[in-house]
T-cell receptor, first 112, second 115 residues
């Protein structure tokens, strides 16, 4: 049962343009959502998070949007840079459960 | 400030052997988590420790076990290694224990190859 889904295994974007990564979830108990970036052979790096009481959170070039009714969140990266090329994971947790449930990841490639 | 540190970074074991992986959390963090990322798969939750106790466990057999020490560092033990245990084992830590709004921070991982 895949509670967190990233339906696009890969995404290619031109440098300077906007990258939009999408994530869907099925568990209505999830109330905290995170995005992580991962380079090969390294641990995931925390990027940005959002609580279910918000619908948007910004941090520099990164913005996360949450649509609770659709059970959908997205990560926008503007402008995209070559160093953004990595695998991006969305993750979700429910209050008290502490366990993060991860999506399968989306490989983002930024082309010069 | 030091991040989550793990050791060893790489190791090779023979099927049937036992392995111990170690993790030191970020200073001040009391919760430690273990995740497995097998080749081509996503991150699978293994174990969560907080204040020295196992709080939650993923869908893994009992030969995966661990513990958390009074200084909040942790060990992951895998007994009777099988070929499919070959994976990147990630340790993570967080401030909160059992509360919402939990951001966890990962270490660089330990690559285990079982031959």
């Amino acid at each position: 049962d895949q509670q967190v889904k990233q339906n696009s295994p890969s995404l290619s974007v031109q440098e300077g343009r906007i990258s939009i990564l999408n994530c869907d979830y099925t568990n209505s108990m999830f109330d905290y959502f995170l995005w992580y970036k991962k380079y090969p052979a390294e641990g995931p790096t925390f990027l940005i998070s959002i609580s279910s009481i918000k619908d948007k959170n910004e941090d520099g070039r990164f913005t996360v949007f949450l649509n609770k009714s659709a059970k959908h969140l997205s990560l926008h990266i503007v402008p995209s840079q070559p160093g953004d090329s990595a695998v991006y994971f969305c993750a979700a947790s429910a209050y008290g459960a502490q366990k993060l449930v991860f999506g399968q990841g989306t490989r983002l490639t930024i082309n010069p | 400030e030091a991040g989550v540190t793990q050791s060893p970074t790489h190791l090779i074991k023979t099927r049937g052997q036992q392995v111990t992986l170690r993790c030191s959390p970020i200073s001040g963090h009391t919760s430690v988590y273990w995740y497995q990322q097998a080749l081509g798969l996503g991150l699978q939750f293994l174990l969560w420790y907080d204040e020295g106790e196992e709080r939650n466990r993923g869908n893994f057999p009992p030969r995966f076990s661990g513990r958390q020490f009074p200084n909040y560092s942790s060990e992951l033990n895998v007994n009777a290694l099988e070929l499919e245990d070959s994976a990147l084992y990630l340790c993570a830590s967080s401030l909160f224990g059992g509360k919402g709004g939990n951001t966890i921070y990962f270490g660089e991982g330990s690559w285990l190859t079982v031959v």
